[in-house]
């Protein structure tokens, strides 16, 4: 075994580790943060696939910013764990069955009938002067080009619809406009009146 | 001498692990003896901006007090709250020290002089200033303590919002080297212009941002409302006691110098010299060299101290204001015009 092969194998197995940890734990903080070690793993193994820019990416927007939102949320829930205990074995066989066909059918798309080595090949390693961002970019932007673009507005529709749902006039809350607290003269605010002393 | 330089090549090529490691000793030992004295300086300089003396009583003029304060924390005792998360409260402060260690790996000193020459260095170092953020809200949820969970969720909000801004700077500064890789970013800022070749004058208002955004994502005045000692004690922090105590108080100090040195590397030309490179190329302490690196980190190192001294805390509304519609628009636009600067070639992109 070589070592680039031990190290995918320990990924891997962290990986397998943390993903059913993640489905197993009953609470669910500590299930967000084995998901968190679950990225990480997979981004090792896309760093030995030489996936440098997709890896570093799942790092910084997975673990940097989506799982930190879920944890937010997830934190500030107040789930009663014996609820959530219940009805485990009820539930079950549907659950066993349902895991059963997506296996089935992830084998039959992804499984050696159309992703074996005699189908596609195995990449050639490439030099240490590659540049895996350079790369994507340049076929980003330049091949697909509407696609990347496609993508882009349908995430910024998305974006603006979320906040719209969200937006709704609320009367009775007080806010302050700093524009308005900037432009503030010393004479709106403050009168100096001479006056005998009073005894 | 030679005898020495023969057995390093002979590690690189026999026993590169143990080449690597003492690597990276070399960069974190003195870090961490930057960390301890950039508390000592902190004490220091607050101290004279607020007409004292600052600690002056362990060592000559008080030289020994952070060694003092280090060896203080180290014999105290742990104390762990008793309905914690003991195995996550423990973990928290080392992922709020092991990113900001960790990010020193693809730092260029120095030309050549760098751990891992990663051409994808920026992103790296964005990914893992983006894991900081998981030390605070681990420590707050697993403290259980009602000032701890706040002071986590502020921290959480304020980081997330914070690092948008950061990244788009980032992202500026990448559009004017045209690379990611750190050392290609410094050489882009070489011209005969000196210290006026450098990307804070093109990228003025990027500079800026991204100095701001740096204090507001390592927690400090202005920004610290994750620790509000007035309002919420001290935050997050607020069970910790002893070496878990240390180890926060050495990842927010780490992360100030990498935050520090950072600025002095993408925005004031690393270890470029500020005079013009046909005047003094090959003077001594004059020329290109690593002490200028020095010298600029302490100069943005020293704008931390000088912030938490003059300026009052924000009000958290401010804070998420300033964040996402002030920064982030002015950050946008400034790509747009950094663009604009390199397409057609202006003054530093010719």
Known sequence: MTFEKFVFYVFAAILVFAATMVITRRNPVHSALFLVLAFFSSAGIWLLAEAEFLAIVLILVYVGAVMVLFLFVVMMLDIDLATLKAGFIKHMPVGVLVALVMAIEMFMVVGPANFGLEKVPAPAAQGAGYNNTEELGSVLYTVYMYPFEIAAVILLVGIIAAIGLTMRKRPETKFQDPSVQVRVKKADRLRVIKMDAED | ?350
């Open chain 2, 1 to 350: 001498m030679d005898s020495l330089i023969a057995l390093w090549e002979w590690l690189g090529t026999n026993l590169i692990v143990l080449q690597i490691l003492i690597k990276i000793v070399v960069i974190v030992a003195p870090l961490m003896l930057c960390v301890a004295y950039f508390t000592y300086a902190e004490r220091k300089l607050i101290g004279y901006m607020q007409v004292r003396i600052g600690p002056n009583r362990v060592g000559p003029k008080g030289w020994l007090q952070p060694i003092a304060d280090a060896v203080k924390l180290m014999f105290k005792e742990i104390v762990i709250p008793t309905k914690a998360n003991k195995v996550l409260f423990l973990i928290a402060p080392l992922l709020t020290l092991g990113p900001a260690l960790a990010a020193w790996a693809v730092f260029p000193f120095s030309d050549g002089l760098v751990l891992a020459d990663l051409n994808a260095g920026l992103l790296y170092i964005l990914a893992l200033t983006s894991i900081g953020v998981y030390g605070v809200i681990i420590a707050g949820w697993a403290s259980n303590s009602k000032y701890a969970f706040l002071g986590a969720m502020r921290s959480a909000a304020q980081i997330v919002a914070y690092e948008i801004a950061m990244g788009f700077a980032l992202v500026g500064v990448l559009v004017a080297a045209g690379s990611l890789n750190l050392g290609e970013i410094v050489r882009a800022q070489q011209s005969d212009a000196g210290i006026f070749g450098w990307f804070w004058l093109p990228l003025f208002p990027l500079f800026i941002i991204y100095f701001i955004s740096g204090v507001a994502e390592t927690n400090r005045a202005p920004f610290d409302v994750a620790e509000g000692e007035s309002e919420i004690v001290a935050g997050f922090h607020v069970e910790y006691s002893g070496m878990p105590f240390a180890v926060f108080f050495l990842g927010e100090y780490a992360n100030m110098i990498l935050i520090s040195a950072l600025t002095a590397l993408l925005f004031m030309g690393g270890w470029l010299s500020p005079l013009p490179a046909s005047w003094v190329d090959g003077v001594f302490l004059l020329g290109d060299g690593i002490h200028w690196l020095f010298l600029k980190t302490a100069f943005a190192g020293f704008f931390f101290l000088w912030f938490r001294a003059t300026f009052p805390r924000y009000r958290y509304d401010q804070i998420m204001r300033l964040g996402w519609k002030v920064f982030i628009p002015i950050t946008i636009v400034w790509i747009l015009v950094v663009g604009l600067m390199v397409v057609y070639q202006f003054a530093w992109f010719s």
